[in-house]
C-alpha cells in the first residue's frame, strides 16, 4: 500500500510515542493483549472513533464502512483512474468498486449535466458591441 509523506511522518511519530516500538512489533498493538495482537476494529470503532464524531457534533452513523465509502468517493471527485481506485480499495473487481462504494459526487453530476446542456443549446448570440459590430 503506498504512503503520502505526511502519513509516513504521522506513523513514526506515533511509533515513537508507543510502548510496543520495536522492529517486530505491530504499528497499532492492542494495550489489553500486551502488544502481541492488534486492537479489535470493533473496539477502536467504540472507544475512539465514535466519542470523536460526538465531541465533533457528527450525528450520523460512523463505522469503517463509512470510511471506504467516502475514500472512494473521493478518489473518484479526483478524478482517480478505476484500476488506480480499485487497486486501492483492495476489491478484485471494478465492478464492486464503480457499484458499490463509488458514489457520484455533486460537483460531478452538475458537471456533467452542464456538458450535456451546452451540447444541445445553441451558442448564445452575442450583443453587437462585444460581437465588433459599431
Known amino acids: 500500500m503506498p ?6 511522518a504521522d506513523l513514526l511519530r506515533w511509533r515513537s510515542e508507543t510502548p510496543y516500538a520495536g522492529d517486530q512489533d505491530l504499528i497499532f498493538a492492542s494495550k489489553r493483549m500486551k502488544g502481541r495482537q492488534p486492537p479489535w476494529p470493533e473496539a477502536i470503532e467504540r472507544n475512539y472513533i465514535r466519542p ?42 471494478s465492478n464492486i468498486t464503480m457499484n458499490i462504494y463509488t458514489h457520484a459526487v ?6 456533467a449535466q452542464s ?14 458591441a462585444s460581437a465588433g459590430i459599431a
Do not use: C, G, Y
Open 3 to 8: 504512503l503520502d509523506d505526511e502519513m509516513i
Open 52 to 93: 470523536a464524531a460526538e465531541r465533533a457534533k457528527i450525528t450520523k452513523h460512523i463505522s469503517w464502512h463509512v470510511f471506504r465509502h467516502t475514500f472512494s468517493s473521493l478518489l473518484a471527485e479526483n478524478d482517480e483512474d478505476v484500476k488506480a481506485v480499485q487497486s486501492l480499495m483492495r476489491h478484485a473487481n
Open 106 to 111: 455533486s460537483s460531478k453530476k452538475r458537471r
Open 115 to 128: 456538458k450535456v446542456v451546452e451540447m444541445i443549446l445553441p451558442e448564445p448570440s452575442q450583443p453587437a
